[in-house]
Antibody, heavy 115, light 107 residues
Framework: EVQLVESGGGLVQPGGSLRLSCGAS????????MSWVRQAPGKGLEWVSA???????FYADSVKGRFTISRDISKNTLYLQMNSLRVEDTAVYYC?????????WGQGTLVTVSS | DIQMTQSPSSLSASVGDRVTITCRAS??????LAWFQQKPGKVPKLLIY???TLQSGVPSRFSGSGSGTDFTLTISSLQPEDVATYYC?????????FGQGTKVEIK
């Protein structure tokens, strides 16, 4: 069974940076579109960013210019580089994968932005 | 961008009732539509993808249907453990937009 495992969350001060990772087993990243989604405390789900199977990248307006999505196909790993973090970026971040007719979700990693 | 509108925003039904939640897109798109269940304090659980494909391990009382702009999640016989918030999401063509959620409670 496919598993997506996020890591890299933690506590960071406003203005700081953090890099999230999402590793996958049993499928090849190059054939999948991947995405990051977040959920702030007590709020709904918010799409953050996506990378297509061909490598095109897309961002929500709320993170454009601050976050960068990337992938390392050789390592089957997805990344989210988060710079200039704000208090309102505090959330659980999930990675998701679409491909081969399937859709997969991870278990999330918590990012807390606070002084 | 395509907007996803869920209705109702909340509902209260009796155990055994048939429950229907609707997700309407502002423009038509392919069937890359998923439904999630989220219980308080828990990770969202994928119930259905590709509009109607039941995720492995999800009870058969859950079903999805629809295409184009109108999609539906149906719980054929509501159970106490189904109390949760349900979200739809389109997962093709950025942004992968979510609906605002539907809170389901037991009457």
């Amino acid at each position: 069974e496919v598993q997506l495992v996020e890591s890299g969350g933690g506590l960071v001060q406003p203005g700081g940076s953090l890099r999230l990772s999402c590793g996958a087993s049993t499928f090849t990243f190059s054939t999948h579109a991947m995405s990051w989604v977040r959920q702030a405390p007590g709020k709904g789900l918010e799409w953050v960013s996506a990378i297509s199977s061909s490598g095109g990248t897309f961002y929500a307006d709320s993170v454009k210019g601050r976050f960068t999505i990337s992938r390392d196909i050789s390592k089957n790993t997805l990344y989210l580089q988060m710079n200039s973090l704000r208090v309102e970026d505090t959330a659980v971040y999930y990675c998701a994968s679409r491909g081969d007719g399937k859709y997969y979700w991870g278990q999330g990693t918590l990012v807390t932005v606070s002084s | 961008d395509i907007q996803m509108t869920q209705s109702p925003s909340s509902l209260s039904a009796s155990v055994g009732d048939r429950v229907t939640i609707t997700c309407r897109a502002s423009q038509g798109f392919s069937d890359y539509l998923a439904w999630f269940q989220q219980k308080p304090g828990k990770v969202p659980k994928l119930l259905i993808y590709a509009a109607s494909t039941l995720q492995s391990g999800v009870p058969s009382r859950f079903s999805g249907s629809g295409s184009g702009t109108d999609f539906t999640l149906t719980i054929s016989s509501l159970q106490p453990e189904d109390v949760a918030t349900y979200y739809c999401q389109k997962y093709y063509g950025a942004p992968w937009t979510f609906g605002q959620g539907t809170k389901v409670e037991i009457k």
